[in-house]
């Protein structure tokens, strides 16, 4: 019956038009056959209701992921206005969240672009040469000009030790840099930060506070290498899983940040609002040149225009929640986790403007090249 039903879908089955193959079957025949036509018709409309359901899902979620600074900067307010309703987000919350993100970008990984850029690494070593050598000299220079607290000057330069951050990918893909060099560098300084973070602490700070190197480096691997290490796995061997709850990762990372941040800012209210303006000046001053000083790098050493748009935001945005559970789990004073979460906010914000000038600079550039191909009626090549 099956077999039929397919034949008559051509509709000229060995000579037969379809309505006499229809007609030459017995009464029962013609029940089965609209009855499994109907059956696939179900199935194919329940298909289609499905693939339209998940697709405005993955729409309406990557809209929501597109406003992280907005998400960062409300839940910091939420911090600071009602404390008390995000106390509680502490302690192990904390790691196991940012552990949960660090999965997230481990099932995201694209392992084959990260293998086939190990040919040819040059690109990847010097933006990540550029993270771990201009984000801690600012950061030290930024907080001893400012004569920032103990705490604070400790704070500053742990997350500018830190690696790129995750929603440095985010901010690539909007203004037209190279995404895959960005995931690649990212995915590079995290494995690095293990070793780096607590090895520039011992060597910057080391004098002015006690740095535990050894535990720092285990604390990092724990929250970044093995739930990385796990994400690629299941990446291999479940594949099928990882397809159905990967559209979820980006928003669910977005929230954890967003979580972290408001926890550290409700714990640390009432010294953020006395002596935060001039933490708040030093982070931004922080990020500002980063942004800066990594494009530079990228031109000073040849790169495209593309490429060093990637390697100022890499070095413009840190993965400050990683700087923030680091600050909870290593130093006594709250207060040192407080710029992890100043910058969280700030380098969203402002990475988010950054994007948002380059792309309209490209398409200023575009209309300005239209207009002129329309003048002189020869292609012009952007």
Known sequence: MTAFIGSLGSRNCVGVSYRNGVKKLSYAGR????????????????????????????????????????????????????PQTILWFQGGWVFWTLSLIMLGMGLTLPVDEFVEALKTPQKVILGAAAQFAIMPFLGLTIANGLQLPTPYLLGLVLVSTCPGGTASNLVCL?????????????TATTLLSVFMT??????????????????????????????????????????????????????????????ICSSIVAMN?????????????????????????????????GFTEKDSRTVSIEVGMQNSGLGAVLAQLHFANPLTSVPSAISATTHSILGSTLSAFWRLADRRKQKLAEERENRSGVPTTT
């Open 269 to 301: 209210r009432d010294m953020l609002l006395t002596s935060g303006p001039k933490l708040l000046f030093g982070v931004i001053l922080l990020h500002l040149f980063g942004f800066l000083l990594g494009y530079l790098f990228g031109r000073t050493a």
């Open 31 to 82: 029940f089965q056959y609209h009855r499994e036509i109907k059956r696939v018709r179900c199935c194919v409309e329940g298909e289609i209701e499905k693939r339209d359901f998940m697709r405005t899902t993955a729409q309406a979620l990557d809209h929501a992921t597109n406003l992280f600074p907005l998400w960062v900067f409300s839940s910091a307010m939420v911090g600071v206005a009602a």
């Open 174 to 186: 909007l203004c037209g840099a190279n995404v895959s060099l960005s995931v690649l560098m990212t």
């Open 198 to 259: 607590p090895f520039l602490l011992k060597v910057l700070v080391g004098q002015v506070v006690p740095i535990n190197a050894a535990a720092l480096m285990l604390s990092t691997a724990q929250i970044v290498f093995l739930p990385l290490v796990v994400g690629v796995f299941m990446q291999r061997f479940i594949p099928k899983l990882v397809k159905a709850v990967e559209v979820f990762l980006p928003f669910s990372s977005v929230l954890g940040v967003s979580a």
